[in-house]
């Protein structure tokens, strides 16, 4: 992931209900606002069966890119968004919401439709994302 700076499109965003902890905004699932995310068992949830969004790593992608994807998709602060793209360059992945699996499928598509990073000419689409559930590990 190499810093750049510049602009890029704003795509639809979240449900109000998987929103993140910073915004307020009634809870119906579990989110990770920082880089170690609280996973606790919720009433209302179906049965507490919580999934991660997980965000990959790769080479084709500017922190900027990954900054501005997250303060858009998913409302959250500049720091926040910060701290998870060096999660994702240093470790290879980082969750960024847990929620149940429809808000959770619905994440990850988001992160797939947002586009190539326009500060990379190498950047072909999106980054990659996948749907785990919570308490599980992706390994890469």
């Known amino acids: 992931m190499r810093r750049n700076t510049g602009k890029t499109q704003r795509l639809q965003v979240l449900p109000s209900e998987c929103s993140n902890r910073n915004v307020p905004l009634p809870m119906q699932c579990a989110v990770a606002p920082t880089i170690t995310p609280s996973i606790q068992k919720h009433e209302g949830t179906q049965g507490g069966h ?40 240093t470790t290879g992945r980082t969750i960024v919401i847990t929620c ?41």
Do not use: C, W
């Not at 997980?54 to 959250?76: A, G, K, R």
């Not at 988001?110 to 590990?137: E, L």
């Open 100 to 140: 149940e699996r429809p808000q959770a499928e619905f994440a990850r598509d988001q992160i797939h439709g947002y586009g190539a990073d326009p500060r990379m000419p190498k950047s072909k689409g999106s980054m990659s994302a996948v749907v785990v559930p919570a308490g599980n590990t992706v390994r890469g």
């Open 50 to 89: 919580l999934f991660h969004v997980v965000l990959l790593d790769d080479d084709e992608h500017t922190y900027d890119y990954v900054i501005e994807m997250l303060q858009q998709l998913f409302f959250l602060p500049k720091e926040i968004a910060f701290q998870h793209a060096r999660e994702v360059d």
